[in-house]
Structures are given as structure tokens and as C-alpha cells.
């Protein structure tokens, strides 16, 4: 089993749209969640988007508890989850794609032991564990000043100890936004329901 290995193939590519497209469609749940929480929870109106939510709890200093874990998840001085999911977002959308946000687009191929013993191959798009400072470096203009500086970024190994695979990660933020939309629905006017469908709502026969 090759240990390490950089690569492109024909699939990396829609790979790569496919995870943008999920990072533009959590953004829009995360809106979508804020608008809910802006009406249902704090009776604010007017509010579409995440970043106007946060600027009015902080100027009507609410101190409810979803209040203050939303203010608390997206916090850049104290790391939160959805700062950094937000800072992903708005990098690939308006600065670089994934695939060129640090130079090359490559596919990474590395291993994973199972039971202590087994090496298996698996597959890793790596994500920059600095985004927060490419963000500010890239916003300058050029995105490598010299020519040595765009070769040493893609001679550059990322590691999933800094650099997160952006499927797992993606898969993570998932799970935390059904936590955050759990904890809202507690105050929803209505109670949550399942979606049933029967015979009268589909056109033709169940199969």
C-alpha cells in the first residue's frame, strides 16, 4: 500500500463541485435558521441572514441561551463551529475554489489503520487548516507574490492533523446544524411532525 501520494483523476474535479455545493447549501440552511430563531425565539423581524441575527442579540444584549450559544458558535476569538464553517463558505464563494484555494488541486491518498494492524488506502480532499489567514493574505490581491512562493505551496504535504478532510468535515457541520435546528424547534408555535406521505399525495401508484 503506497503511503502518501498526490493525484489527479478524471472524478476529482466534480469531487470538488460537489463539496462546494454542499457548503453553499449548508450556508443557506444556516440563514434559514437564523431567520427562524430571529422570528420564533426573539421576535425580531426583518432578519435573513446569520451575521444581521448576531449584530442584533448584540445590540439588544439578549441574554436568552440561544442567544448566547449563537453568539458563542460564531465567535472567531473562541474558535466556534460556525464562524469557521462561515469563513469556509465565504472563502470558495468569493476568493478561490477548493481546488485552488492553495495553489494545485490534487487528490490525496493516504492510509488508515483499523485494528491497530491493517493499513487500508483511503482517500482525503483536504481542506487549508489556515483559512482565517489565507483569507486575509488573499484578500490583499495576488495570490502568491513570486513564483517561489506558488511552488512552495504546492510542494506543501497537507496532513489531516492540520488540514481537515472536507468530507468528514462537511459530514460534522451537518450534524451540528441538526443539533442547532433541534434546539430551535423547541420553540417553534408548532409542534414538529414527521412528513407522511399516503396514497392522496403521490400521482400514480406507490411503488
Known amino acids: 500500500t503506497v503511503e502518501y501520494q498526490r493525484f489527479k483523476d478524471l472524478f476529482s474535479r466534480d469531487v ?8 453553499w447549501e449548508l450556508a443557506a440552511l444556516r ?29 439588544k444584549s439578549l441574554v436568552d441561551p440561544i442567544a448566547l450559544d449563537l453568539l458563542a458558535i460564531t465567535d472567531e476569538t473562541r474558535h466556534g ?16 475554489p477548493l481546488d485552488l484555494a492553495t495553489g494545485i488541486a490534487f487528490t490525496v491518498q493516504d492510509v488508515r489503520t483499523v485494528n491497530s494492524t491493517y493499513e487500508i488506502p483511503q482517500i482525503y480532499y483536504p481542506l487549508p487548516g489556515n483559512i482565517e489567514q489565507l483569507t486575509r493574505e488573499r484578500s490583499k490581491g495576488a495570490f502568491y507574490p513570486t513564483m517561489s512562493a506558488l511552488v512552495e505551496a504546492a510542494k506543501r504535504r497537507p496532513d489531516r492533523s492540520a488540514d481537515p478532510d472536507a468530507l468528514e468535515y462537511l459530514h460534522l457541520c ?13 420553540r417553534s408555535p408548532l409542534a414538529p411532525a414527521p412528513i407522511q406521505l399516503t396514497a392522496e399525495d403521490i400521482i400514480g401508484e406507490i411503488k
Request: aromatic share 18%.
Open 81 to 96: 463551529w460556525l464562524y469557521q464553517f462561515s469563513s469556509y463558505r465565504n472563502f470558495f464563494t468569493h476568493t478561490a
Open 31 to 59: 440563514d434559514t435558521l437564523a431567520e427562524f430563531a430571529a422570528m420564533y425565539c426573539f421576535s425580531l423581524s426583518g432578519v435573513r441572514k446569520l451575521s444581521v441575527l448576531t449584530n442584533a442579540i448584540r445590540k
Open 174 to 186: 451537518l450534524n451540528r446544524f441538526v443539533e442547532l435546528a433541534s434546539t430551535l424547534v423547541t
Open 16 to 23: 470538488y463541485k460537489t463539496i462546494h455545493a454542499l457548503f
